[in-house]
């Protein structure tokens, strides 16, 4: 983590319009030019600059920057907890440091043989912290993620999600543990996951992030249980694909426009570009994925390359290099191969 911080600034310099950022230069998950200066400092036992970045979160209403802010702090907490102990034992009942820990204490029993049983346990005091934040929505999508790990029945579920919406109508957090939930409780289940993730970004502001949930509600299509091939950035053709084929490529088109709205090499939509590149490989759009490759800049996320490897960044260089590959053979004085670059609508 310190080795990108140390790394951002001069990536950012060199790839403000970025055409072929090298390998060396790529980094993964790094943070923000906020988020930098928090974790370098709860590296060093100081909670003081987390406590500030959250509490301007949450005073400004920067929901989606403070539910990012949240996981990556919870994340880092993992390894390194002593300054979330300071802070807690500082200041018992702030509710920055609340979300933390709630959030570090659901991720803790997720990985977990009895994950449901010891997330059972847990929900109460979750809810429990999220009923006393106010209009705060972020310690909801903690709460609906503890709900979907306990394996909740829907009505129980539906009483959270009514909570989370009610403080914000919008949040992308809360609607992708929704998408979760329902795509885990009904499996295969693509048409509904779709209905869902294209009403909420149907009815939400053009600049929302939520407008990017059918592309989440496609990459659930494509990588669920009997979709996934050998190699996960490989054209995916299956009967499920082929019945929502119009649909998943309407989610990626939807999410194509969102990124063409934010600046190339942008920290806060690299976790978009990198999600739309992989689900655009996956449908066999090679030219749109390439330019999303591009538009990445240096900036890699482990969520979704991680998905089928423990290298999310060496998956992320292979895809990258076989794309440019691709590029070249099809640059004139060479001949044209492998399949058109999107199937026609009467192909489906």
Same mark, same amino acid.
């Given at each position: 983590?310190?080795?990108?911080?140390?790394?951002?600034?001069?990536?950012?310099?060199?790839?403000?319009?970025?055409?072929?950022?090298?390998?060396?230069?790529?980094?993964?998950?790094?943070?923000?030019?906020?988020?930098?200066?928090?974790?370098?400092?709860?590296?060093?036992?100081?909670?003081?600059?987390?406590?500030?970045?959250?509490?301007? !979160?949450?005073?400004?209403?920067?929901?989606?920057?403070?539910?990012?802010?949240?996981?990556?702090?919870?994340?880092?907490?993992?390894?390194?907890?002593?300054?979330?102990?300071?802070?807690?034992?500082?200041?018992?009942?702030?509710?920055?440091?609340?979300?933390?820990?709630?959030?570090?204490?659901?991720?803790?029993?997720?990985?977990?043989?009895?994950?449901?049983?010891?997330?059972?346990?847990?929900?109460?005091?979750?809810?429990?912290?999220?009923?006393?934040?106010?209009?705060?929505?972020?310690?909801?999508?903690?709460?609906?993620?503890?709900?979907?790990?306990?394996?909740?029945?829907?009505?129980?579920?539906?009483?959270?999600?009514?909570?989370?919406?009610?403080?914000?109508?919008?949040?992308?957090?809360?609607?992708?543990?929704?998408?979760?939930?329902?795509?885990?409780?009904?499996?295969?289940?693509?048409?509904?996951?779709?209905?869902?993730?294209?009403?909420?970004?149907?009815?939400?502001?053009?600049?929302?992030?939520?407008?990017?949930?059918?592309?989440?509600?496609?990459?659930?299509?494509?990588?669920?249980?009997? !979709?996934?091939?050998?190699?996960?950035?490989?054209?995916?053709?299956?009967?499920?694909?082929?019945?929502?084929?119009?649909?998943?490529?309407?989610?990626?088109?939807?999410?194509?426009?969102?990124?063409?709205?934010?600046?190339?090499?942008?920290?806060?939509?690299?976790?978009?570009?990198?999600?739309?590149?992989?689900?655009?490989?996956?449908?066999?759009?090679?030219?749109?994925?390439?330019?999303?490759?591009?538009?990445?800049?240096?900036?890699?996320?482990?969520?979704?390359?991680?998905?089928?490897?423990?290298?999310?960044?060496?998956?992320?260089?292979?895809?990258?290099?076989?794309?440019?590959?691709?590029?070249?053979?099809?640059?004139?004085?060479?001949?044209?191969?492998?399949?058109?670059?999107?199937?026609?609508?009467?192909?489906?």
């Amino acid at each position: 983590m310190l080795r990108a911080f140390l790394r951002t600034t001069a990536a950012r310099a060199r790839s403000r319009t970025p055409r072929s950022v090298p390998d060396d230069d790529v980094l993964l998950d790094a943070p923000d030019d906020r988020l930098a200066p928090a974790l370098v400092a709860a590296a060093r036992g100081d909670f003081a600059p987390a406590a500030g970045l959250l509490s301007t !979160t949450r005073e400004r209403a920067e929901w989606e920057h403070r539910d990012r802010y949240a996981t990556r702090l919870a994340a880092f907490a993992r390894s390194r907890a002593e300054w979330l102990d300071t802070w807690r034992a500082t200041a018992p009942d702030d509710p920055d440091a609340l979300l933390i820990a709630a959030r570090l204490a659901v991720h803790r029993r997720w990985d977990s043989p009895a994950r449901a049983e010891l997330l059972r346990q847990l929900v109460p005091a979750v809810v429990g912290a999220a009923e006393t934040s106010g209009p705060d929505p972020v310690p909801w999508r903690t709460a609906l993620d503890a709900a979907r790990g306990a394996r909740a029945g829907h009505a129980e579920f539906e009483r959270l999600w009514a909570q989370a919406v009610r403080r914000s109508a919008h949040h992308y957090g809360c609607h992708v543990a929704a998408l979760q939930y329902l795509a885990a409780s009904s499996p295969g289940a693509h048409g509904e996951c779709l209905d869902f993730a294209e009403t909420a970004a149907q009815d939400a502001p053009e600049d929302a992030l939520v407008r990017a949930l059918p592309l989440r509600a496609a990459f659930t299509c494509l990588t669920s249980t009997g !979709t996934a091939t050998a190699t996960s950035t490989a054209p995916t053709s299956t009967a499920a694909v082929r019945t929502h084929r119009r649909r998943l490529d309407a989610a990626a088109d939807r999410a194509i426009a969102l990124s063409a709205a934010h600046p190339a090499a942008d920290p806060w939509t690299a976790e978009l570009r990198n999600l739309l590149a992989y689900v655009l490989l996956r449908l066999g759009r090679r030219q749109d994925a390439a330019e999303q490759l591009r538009l990445t800049g240096p900036y890699v996320t482990s969520f979704p390359w991680e998905r089928d490897t423990d290298d999310p960044l060496g998956h992320f260089l292979q895809a990258r290099a076989d794309v440019r590959a691709e590029a070249r053979a099809r640059a004139p004085g060479h001949p044209p191969r492998g399949r058109a670059e999107r199937s026609a609508p009467g192909d489906h």
